[in-house]
Nanobody, 123 residues
Framework: QLVESGGGLVQAGGSLRLSCAAS????????IGWFRQAPGKEREGVSC????????VYADSVKGRFTISSNDAKDIVYLQMNSLKPDDTAVYFC??????????????????WGQGTQVTVSS
């Protein structure tokens, strides 16, 4: 089970750090992805990480602004979001993957979705 936290309301240009915590397992054998879904839009991949070797992938829309990382125990994955924009407003979800296509950031390769955390960026 994955649980997201850290969302909130922030002004444009501000920062938030999201956390994705695992319950009952570690991420050694999984890739973890962050996704977001804005009202009326499809769920889109934001970033993903393979905690076993630290490989990371970012969507073009967040490169240079967001950073994904995991803790040493490999049971929490963070998404540091800087220079936030109103377009970043969405519900953010984390999910896990054992697929060879984990780095494509396509939701269909992920499962075990958390409940999501709302991020709202005001202009």
């Amino acid at each position: 089970q994955l649980v997201e936290s850290g969302g909130g309301l922030v002004q444009a240009g501000g920062s938030l750090r999201l956390s994705c915590a695992a319950s009952g397992f570690t991420f050694d054998d999984y890739a973890i992805g962050w996704f977001r879904q804005a009202p009326g839009k499809e769920r889109e991949g934001v970033s993903c990480i393979s905690p076993s070797d630290g490989t990371t992938v970012y969507a073009d829309s967040v490169k240079g602004r967001f950073t994904i990382s995991s803790n040493d125990a490999k049971d929490i994955v963070y998404l540091q979001m800087n220079s936030l924009k109103p377009d970043d407003t969405a519900v953010y979800f984390c999910a896990s993957s054992t697929s060879f296509s984990w780095d494509t950031l396509r939701p269909r390769h992920y499962g075990g979705w958390g409940q999501g955390t709302q991020v709202t960026v005001s202009s």
